[in-house]
């Protein structure tokens, strides 16, 4: 796989070294610039190297961003405090994750032993949460009572694989969200509301105006190429997708909600109209969000009468929010078929694929 992707892996490496420059100063500022706006840019950068890393196979790389990434999100929340250590730790963090970019790029692994960075990575997120699991109004704890720091030893493991994501359920005869039981029937989230659903579940999401059978978008079998739409503001999964995806079909690409509302406007515009098979809408996108460009699109179809018949498109939601709420609610609401959590595996989406009908089974 690494010898056929090199173009993609160069194009992840390039992506990856302009972001992590970008937000070097970024970090140096933090102690005295502390805006929410600068620590969203550090997250969002790592966020992304975790997750294109993961996608491309980088499993060690991607395991060792996703630390960097949840001591960002801790900070985010005011849980972990920003001090000098602190600041000196992310610019460390920042030279390891290169060194690590530059190996890939010299033609050897992700391999690097990241092990110690990694265990003050740790270390730094049990002691801003230490207080928080202690119990609600619960002082904190003294640095006797906190866990022990542990040596480092060896590079941290990868991050286990996501689970697989699954199709959304179908809606009850009036329009309602499924509770958890009928969603363990029928394989929809359950492998995630259940558990959930023992903290606080969430609440059931506002039925949409003129249901569709679930199944109404699968095709009878693949024929001709399908016509497939990518959108996606994150250049590196933009590239991937359409590698993967061009061989089943012709890939366009929308940076954003409105160019994806204005691509599929125009599909159907066409005379003949030539719709979309397959469109793959990331949630969280500038300008317009993919939730709102998606139903937007099935107000289109409603319009044109193709809403709930073989015409109707594909929409599947691409994300790293890992939220059950949020996911049903989201793709109940804008009128999405499937939901794909990040990194995603390419091997899964293809199996999704296959059972909706849209690519041919392996023989």
Known sequence: ???EMR???DEFLDESNELLESVMGDVMDLEEVRDDEVVNRIYRALHSVKGNAAMLGFDNLSAFAHKAESLLSLIRTGEAKIDKPTVELLLHVLDVLKLVLSDIRAGRDDGRDTGAAAQLLEDLAREAEAPRTAGPGATPLSESEKPPRR???GPSPPAAPPSEPSPLPEKGPRGEAPSAGEEAESGGFAFDLEREEEKSPPSPPPPRPSPRPQTAAVREGPAAPLKILIAEDDFTSRIVLSSFLAKYGDCHVAKDGLEAIQAFAMAHDQDPPAPYHLILMDIRMPRMEGTAAAKT???IERGKGVEGTKDETVIVMTSALDDPGTIVKACYECGANYYFTKPLELPR??????????????S
């Open 1 to 3: 796989m690494f010898d």
């Open 7 to 9: 173009e993609i892996v």
């Open 151 to 153: 040596a480092a030893e």
């Open 297 to 299: 699109i099935r107000e």
């Open 349 to 362: 989406v293809k199996r999704q694929l296959q059972k909706l009908g849209l690519v041919p089974s392996d």
